[in-house]
């Protein structure tokens, strides 16, 4: 019996992140979607290539043109790893590229906690990680330093874990 409780405690630990080959398809769809036509923010919607896209369905539009099985669903569901968004916590110290990061504005943190998410992706022009996510605010899809404001607002931060790790 203890060692099945060990199993289960170990279980999460034992979960890899996405192979680098997924890594680098959704670098590519990314970066091709970002230097065409703006995506504009659409609550609801979730086609990045049609160009309309709220938070959770622009990360789902990328992720399902990579070939990743996600179902379309809240960045709150995406936070708790539930609905096909098979994922680990991350600690800060450890993020990677495509690493999920959620987020609760103070005007809505008691009635959406991670209510908004975005993923981490390579800058252009240095190694330096840069957070892409559908902004209501800024009415279209931006990348942008993982600023101050960004860092007191995260949430969580989770590891998508399909596949094996190569």
Not at 90 to 105: K, P, Q, S
Not at 131 to 158: D, E, F, G, M
Request: hydrophobic residues 40%; contains cysteine.
């Amino acid at each position: 019996m203890k060692k099945l409780i060990l199993f289960f405690i170990l279980l999460p630990s034992l979960a890899f992140g996405l192979s680098d080959s997924y890594k680098k398809r959704i670098h590519t769809e990314t970066i091709f979607l970002l230097s065409g036509k703006p995506i504009i923010y659409t609550w609801g919607a979730a086609d990045a290539r049609g160009l309309k896209a709220d938070c959770s369905g622009y990360i789902y539009s990328i992720f399902k043109y990579c070939g990743l099985p996600v179902k379309r669903t809240t960045s709150l569901q995406m936070s708790m790893g539930m609905a096909g968004w098979s994922s680990i916590p991350v600690e800060l110290d450890d993020v990677e590229e495509t690493d999920l990061l959620f987020f609760t504005w103070p005007e809505s943190a008691k009635t959406r906690p991670n209510g908004h998410v975005g993923f981490l992706i390579e800058a252009h022009r240095s190694d330096l990680l840069e957070v892409t996510h559908a902004s209501a605010s800024k009415k279209q899809v931006v990348v942008q330093q993982y600023n101050p404001y960004l860092l007191k607002h995260t949430t969580a931060i989770r590891r998508l874990t399909f596949g094996d790790k190569k």
